[in-house]
Every structure is written in C-alpha cells, then in structure tokens.
C-alpha cells in the first residue's frame, strides 16, 4: 500500500469514528441567567476567593477545587489568571471570578468533558449527576468522601477517565445544545438543577446554591460569560453560613477546535509516525483522500488541515 493511502486511511478512520462534528463552528460554554438565556445579572457577581479546604494541586482530600490564591493556585508567568479577581467578602483574596444564580448553556452539540475537582472541607456527602440522554433519569459521576478528586499539572486537571462510579473522576458525553443537564444534591437533600429555575441566588442567605465562572486561566477577563471551560461549584449550606462555593467543585469543559478530530487521527496514525512521510507529494495525496471523502460525508463543514 502506498505511504499516502496508509495516511489518507488512517484519518479517514478517524473521521469515521468522532463523525463530522469536529469540523463544524466551535462549540462554547456559556452562563446564562435562566431559561430565556439572557447575560448573568451584575448582582450575581461571584468570586471563589476563600479556598474553603482546597489545596493546589492536589492530592489531598479537598482536591484542587475552583482554582483561588488562598488554595496555592498560580497567578504569575506562565500561569496567569486573568480572571481572578477581589472577593469582598474575603479580605479581597484572588480567586475565581463568575456568577451565583446563574445556568450554563452549551451552544451546539458537542463532546462535553466533567472533572471532579474535589470537596474541600464539607462535612456533607453531596452528589453530582448527569441526564446526559434528557429522559429525566440522573446518573451519578461525582460523590464527596467517595470520588477521588483529579489534581492538577500546571493549570491542567489531571484526572482518571476509566473505572466508573466511584473510582472515577473524568467523564465525556456527547450532549445537544441547550441547558448542560446536570445537577447537584447536597447531604441535606436538596436538589440545585441546571434547568434555568432551580439554583438561587445565594446573597439572600436563605438557601445553597452553585458558582458558575469561567476558567480563569483560559479567560481574558474577569467575569466573563463563556469560553471553552467553566469551573461549578455549590455552596452546600444556607449561603450566610457558607459561601465559599467548594463543596463540590467540577471543572465542564469542551474540545478546541479540531483537538478530537487530532486525537483520533493521532492514535490511528501512531504506527506511521515513525516513517519519512514528509515529502510534498505524499502530503498532497493524502490531502486530495481526506478533501474528496469529507466533502462527500460533510458537505457543511469545512476538511480538517493536514
């Protein structure tokens, strides 16, 4: 078989096995202030200054948590957090900036990812679910005093995506656009649900609720409203008891443009990496296979570069 074909066939596979999706607009994480998905209110504002038992990078029993100053969490080159900010409400400690009250919303159809980031001091057991298939039926991912948290290389979560419940602390499904359907049941029983009505804002001190806000370290701003990665996070108690929205820490994120489609062809394409495969033509050929098939099965989106 000709070099070109065994590189053409080898990302065809790919593309045969994650589809047309990863070619298409990239798709984006955003808070929304309920179910019409208007912007987050200002009043909502929300910093994870207090670290409340998180400590970088882990492993400890609180796990890293929504990344903040007081957990040790970088802020200086190569690692800056542009979107820290003061908390207020603790001594203007950096940490995390983003919103309380407020939903997350996924733009279009994606693979989105879920990291347990770890439970820092809460003394209660709370659970973290996911209704990936939008029947009504929540699965557990995450339990506190039973999941090990992921810890964390630089900025990045390092995490196990293999095991099941409990012993695992990533996973990804591929979800519609919409609300990100999942939810949060504190030790008290009360349920926090990512349906644009049941997570309320906590400055009245009258019930739990989560933050929601962007990867500080992939934000340009603070308080900003969408991007590739956010950090959830629910205060467990009555927001004048505890406010420090680390009880449950989960990072959701989803892929870069074009990181599945690599991957793939990546993993396939192993077994060539070691061959002189540099030359032009054997490029252009290759191209020419991938270009004819992905027009043929993904006419509305755009080839992957090779």
Aim: with cysteine; hydrophobic share 35%.
């Amino acid at each position: 078989m000709k070099e070109s074909t065994k590189i053409s066939s080898a990302l065809l596979g790919a593309a045969a096995i994650i589809g047309c999706t990863t070619a298409s607009a990239s798709p984006i994480l955003q808070i929304v202030a309920g179910a019409a998905l208007n912007p987050p209110l200002a009043i909502h504002e929300e910093v994870t200054g207090d670290a409340g038992g998180t400590a970088y990078p882990g492993p400890t029993a609180g796990g890293p948590g929504v990344p903040s100053a007081a957990a040790g969490w970088p802020n200086s080159p190569p690692h800056v957090a542009t979107g820290f900010a003061p908390d207020p409400s603790f001594g203007n400690a950096l940490g995390t900036s983003g919103f309380h009250g407020s939903y997350l919303y996924l733009n279009e159809a994606a693979y989105v990812t879920f990291q347990y980031m770890g439970a820092g001091d809460s003394q209660l057991i709370n659970h973290f679910y996911i209704d990936d298939d939008l029947n009504g039926t929540y699965t557990e991912l995450f339990r506190t005093q039973s999941t090990p948290p992921c810890t964390v290389s630089g900025t990045t979560p390092v995490c196990t995506a293999s095991g099941g419940f409990s012993s695992q602390n990533e996973y990804t499904f591929w979800l519609n656009a919409g609300l990100v359907p999942f939810m949060y049941t504190t030790g008290n029983g009360v349920d926090l649900i990512n349906d644009g009505t049941n997570n309320p804002p906590t400055e009245a001190g009258n019930s739990p609720g989560y933050f929601l806000g962007v990867d500080p370290y992939k934000a340009i701003a603070q308080y900003q409203t969408s991007g590739k990665a956010v950090y959830a996070g629910p205060s467990d108690l009555p927001g004048s008891g505890d406010h420090d929205f680390q009880d449950l820490g989960v990072r959701i994120s989803v892929p870069e443009p074009g990181s599945l489609f690599l991957l793939s062809a990546g993993l396939i394409g192993r077994g060539l990496g070691r061959r002189r495969l540099g030359r032009a033509r054997l490029r252009r050929q290759a191209k020419a296979g991938v270009d004819g098939w992905w027009k043929f099965h993904c006419p509305s989106t755009r080839p992957p570069q090779i």
